[in-house]
Structures are given as C-alpha cells and as structure tokens.
C-alpha cells in the first residue's frame, strides 16, 4: 500500500508541469505577437510622421494678386419695382349695360378721351322732364319779382319761389351726374391695358373695365437700409438694371424718400423717377438699383476670393521671401489680418493691413499657414469684376 501511494505523490509534479508548458508556450505566442503589432505600429508611425513633415514642407500651388490702389466709389444697393407715376383700374360708377366703346386695347390716349357709355334708357328723358320745371320755376320766379316789385305779392310767396327754383335746379345737376356715371372718360393720358368688357355685357358699379397707366415718367420703388439714410438725398443719381435689357442701364434720380422707417425691418421706403419716353419701361417689372454713396475715395481692392473671413478678424495671406522650414530659400506666406471697407461686385475694399504692391494670395488659402512654402501659379484667377452680371439661362 505504502508503494502504491508513493508513486501517486510522485506522479503529481509530474502531471503540473505538463500542464504548465502549454501555457507558458502560449504565454510567449501571444507576447511575440503583441510585440510584433506594437513594432509595426512604432514603423507605421514613424513613416506616417516622415509623410507629414515631408507634406508640411512640401510647396502649395496658389494662385496670387498684386495689391494696388484703385478710385473707389461706394454704392448702395437695392431691389425695386416698377409703378406709373399715374395708374389705374377704371370702372364705371354706375350699373348697367354696355352701349358704347371707344376704345382699343393699349390705345394712347389724351386726358378726357370718351371710352365707355353704358345703356342710357329714360335718363335722358328724365333729363328734359326737370329741366323743363326747372326752367318753369325761373319764370315763375322772375313774375313774382314784378308782382312783389308793385307790392302786389308778398315776400313768403316769393322766398317760395327761390326754393322751388334751387330744388328744380339741383334736381337738373342730379340727374346730369347719374348721367356722367355711365360715361368712362380717361382721367389723364396714359396708356391703356387690355380690354376687359364687350358690347351688349352687363356690367356691375365698379367692375374694371381697363386699366390706363401714364408710363413717361415712370417710377420705381425700392427699401434701403437705415445707415443708408446719411448719403441718401432727393435728387440724387440712381441708376437701374432691368434682366429684359441686358448689359444696358437706365438713368434717373431719387425722388423722395419716406418720412419714417419700417420698425419691422429697419428699412425705409425710396422713390426713383426715370425719363421713359420710349415706353420701354412698364409698371410691375424687377429693378436692379445701385445708388452712389460719398465721395469718391481710393482704396486697395482685392478679390473677395482672397480674404479668410473668421470670427476672431478676417486675414489674408501675403506673399513674402523667406525659408521654409527644410532651410531653402523659398516664397512663403504670412498671415495678415486687414480691416474691410464696402464691397463692390466681386471686390472688398481693404482698410489696413496690406499695403500697395503687396502680393497676396487669391485661392488655395485652405492649406497655408505661416511659413508654407509656396509655388505661383496664375493661370486660373478667381472672378474680380465690380459689376458682375449673373448669366443667363
């Protein structure tokens, strides 16, 4: 039994380290392979970090503009609509049917140009009925002056003939009015619309029957910004963009100006008067204004395209002789931060921080800092026009 027992003590050890070889082997597997990931990242990293210094000095291709002074006039700019100066919708005062038209559609015509009559019926009639009482009453009237003149009448009869003469005469005035209701005439010379109503149609007091707008002049209405106020007067020059005449601009001068501004958008309504002799010009269409603001001033004009607009100050980045950081004499850049003045199309005129004759970067800006080396290349430049005009599709 004691043998027995002995060489189960001893076969113990045995057994454990069997087992334990096994893990110790996997132990080290599982080290060599995370050494070998930590080693391939050290290398990864080391060629990533390479790259990137390489990138950081690694010239960038932008594209450049020299600074310089130019005449620069500010200008105010607005949206506006076209209106007559005289408009509108005519109608007939009175119901009934149409008789008469005298008219064609977008006729010319003078001030006091008969257009319409609606069907008299016993108007006219009426008409003669009271101007016959009231011709009566005159004669009655001027009688009794006789007969009162030889005290043969009293004055109550006769103060009864003046008010029956004045009745019989507002009476004639009435029914000549009623009359002029069912005439249209043209109020003053314009331009008629479209015809609206046809012979022999029953018409209702106050349906349209064509509309007449007197187009030379002509006006156009437009909002402005309160801060616009300070260089806005009556009088002053305005100029106007209509898309159905491209590239061609018409002249005119402000008007009047609102005497408040709308509390809601702080802006005030202006009015612009254009010379419109050719009829060119029609009420309801879409105006382009510019307005002249100052004096004329001379400032340093840059595309927009070349100022970094941010929160903290708006830069640029000016072109300047140096080295980069591998130690080669190179064109490299430096950040400027400028103070901006008024735009005007596709410039902005620059206050401070450039000076005339600087060389400034006009596009590849997003991969500059201070110190990157750089490689000029104009041949794309970014649109710098002062007018630009949207094209047409």
Do not use: C
């Not at 007197?214 to 260089?231: G, H």
């Amino acid at each position: 039994m004691s043998g027995t027992l002995s060489t189960s003590d001893d076969g113990a050890p045995v057994k454990a380290r069997a087992m334990i070889l096994p893990l110790i082997i996997m132990v080290l597997l599982v080290g060599a392979v995370v050494g070998g990931v930590f080693a391939w990242q050290g290398v990864i990293g080391s060629f990533t970090k390479k790259f990137m210094e390489q990138a950081a000095t690694a010239p960038q291709t932008v594209s450049t503009v020299t600074a310089a002074e130019t005449d620069w006039q500010a200008q105010t700019h607005a949206i506006g609509t076209l209106r007559a100066v005289r408009g509108a919708d005519l109608s007939a005062q009175a119901s009934g049917v149409v008789d008469e038209i005298e008219f064609d559609s977008g006729n010319d015509v003078p001030a006091g140009k008969l257009l319409l009559k609606l069907k008299p019926n016993d108007d006219f009639a009426k008409l003669d009925q009271l101007e016959a009482d009231a011709e009566l009453a005159a004669q009655t009237y001027k009688r009794d002056q006789e007969q009162f003149a030889a005290q043969a009448l009293s004055q109550a009869n006769l103060d009864s003939d003046v008010s029956t003469l004045k009745s019989a005469r507002a009476q004639v005035v009435a029914q000549r009015a009623l009359i002029d209701e069912k005439i249209v005439k043209a109020p003053f010379a314009g331009r008629l619309g479209i015809r609206q109503v046809d012979l022999g149609q029953y018409l209702a007091a106050g349906a349209t029957i064509v509309t007449l707008q007197a187009l030379d002049p002509i006006l156009i209405d437009f909002y402005v910004p309160q801060q616009a106020l300070e260089n806005l007067k009556a009088g002053q020059a305005v100029s106007a963009a209509i898309d159905t005449y491209p590239g061609e601009e018409f002249a005119g001068v402000v008007e009047s100006i609102n005497s408040k501004v709308d509390t809601a958008s702080r802006n005030v309504q202006v009015r612009a008067s254009f010379q419109n002799a050719d009829h060119r010009l029609i009420p309801g269409m879409f105006a382009s204004i510019a307005i002249d603001s100052g004096d004329k001033t001379r400032h340093i004009a840059l595309p927009q395209t070349a100022i970094t607009y941010n929160p903290y100050g708006n830069t640029v980045y000016v072109v300047e002789h140096g080295k980069a950081a591998d130690g080669k004499p190179r064109d490299v850049v430096q950040q400027r931060f400028v103070t901006l003045g008024a735009t005007r199309g596709d410039e902005v005129a620059v206050l401070s921080g450039v000076a005339a004759g600087d060389v400034v970067v006009s596009a590849g800006q997003m991969k500059l800092r201070n110190g990157t080396p750089i490689v000029v290349n104009n041949t794309v430049q970014p649109t710098d026009d002062r007018n630009p005009k949207p094209p047409n599709e």
